[in-house]
Every structure is written in C-alpha cells, then in structure tokens.
C-alpha cells in the first residue's frame, strides 16, 4: 500500500511541478511531513488499539506522500543550475544529505523515547 502512495504521489509532484511555481513543490512536502509526525507521535493517545494502528497508518502515508518529492528536491537544487562546477554539486549534496541525516537520527530517538512509554 505505501509503495502505491508513493508511485502516485511521485506523478502528482511531476503534474505540480510542471504546473505550478517551484515554491509549491518545495514547501508542501513539509506541511506532509509535519502532519504524519503530528499523527505518529499523537497515535498513542488514541482509546483503542484499532484507533491507533489506523492513526499510524494515515500517518505512514502522510510520510509517503511527502518523502516521494525527493526526485524534485533533488531537479530542483541541482538540474537549474548548468553553468556551476561540480565542486559546488557535491558540497551541496553533501549539506543535504548530512542535514538529512541529522534530522531522521533525532527522529528516531523521538520514536524511540516514545515507544518506551
């Protein structure tokens, strides 16, 4: 099921990537991601079990949905810019992925501590 998600949400961030200003494609995947974090890190509070996994799950797919416009954080930061040296590529690369890194590490020590509970 996530792997349906994110082949259709990959084509729906093409479709808003040739539509729509670059600005859409960069910033809405991160109202996705905070609401299935929201969703994820709130499920516990749900009275059933039930109400929980199904909590989860619709925060799983928020992940999915937002995590599939990788590829356009990836066209975009770097497809635009044909004149620059590769020197200037990696190091931007590198900042990326080592911010990436560092974000998804705290969040796993977040689900980790709330896990234990």
């Given amino acids: 099921m996530i792997a349906s998600i994110y082949l259709a949400t990959s084509i729906v961030w093409w479709l808003l990537f040739r539509r729509f200003s670059s600005i859409l494609c960069l910033s809405l995947p991160w109202f996705f991601y905070g609401l299935a974090f929201l969703l994820i890190g709130t499920a516990h509070y749900a009275s059933t079990a039930s109400g929980t996994g199904w909590i989860q799950n619709v925060g799983t797919a928020m992940y999915a949905?937002?995590?599939?416009?990788?590829?356009?954080?990836?066209?975009?930061?770097?497809?635009?810019?044909?004149?620059a040296q590769v020197k200037s590529w990696v190091f931007r690369a590198c900042v990326i992925q080592g911010t990436q890194q560092i974000y998804i590490a705290a969040l796993w020590y977040w689900g980790s501590i709330l896990s234990r509970r």
């Fill in 65 to 83: 949905v937002a995590s599939s416009s990788g590829s356009i954080f990836f066209a975009l930061n770097f497809g635009d810019e044909g004149g």
